[in-house]
């Protein structure tokens, strides 16, 4: 997993430290790889929606899901059944 937050490097830093520990938050400052993956941006949302995409090892997007809000995420069965589904391919 690689959590990318459309963001400055510190306060990347702060997210990382406050709830990856583990894994690195990758920052976007310059909004590129935001636009790329089509992710929306709503101000009246409150900012960047979620976005979650699996990519496989030869960086085909092989599941997207866009949220609708900030609590709008997947089901972590519906997460694990995708990946079993690629370990399969």
């Known amino acids: 997993m690689y ?5 400055n490097e510190n306060n990347a830093k702060k997210m990382e430290q406050k709830y ?8 976007d400052e310059s909004n590129k790889v935001s ?3 089509k ?5 009246i949302k409150l900012g960047r929606l979620p976005g979650l995409l699996v990519i496989d090892k030869e960086g085909i997007i092989r599941y997207a899901y866009y949220g609708k809000n900030m ?7 519906e997460i694990l059944q995708v ?4 370990n399969k391919i």
Do not use: S, T
Not at 3 to 7: A, H, K, T
Not at 71 to 77: F, L, Q, R
Not at 83 to 86: F, N, R, S, Y
């Open 35 to 37: 636009q790329m993956l």
């Open 20 to 27: 990856a520990r583990k894994y690195p938050v990758f920052y």
């Open 83 to 86: 990946l079993e589904k690629i």
């Open 3 to 7: 959590p990318i937050l459309v963001d």
């Open 39 to 43: 992710q929306e941006k709503r101000w």
């Open 71 to 77: 609590h709008d995420i997947p089901e972590n069965d």
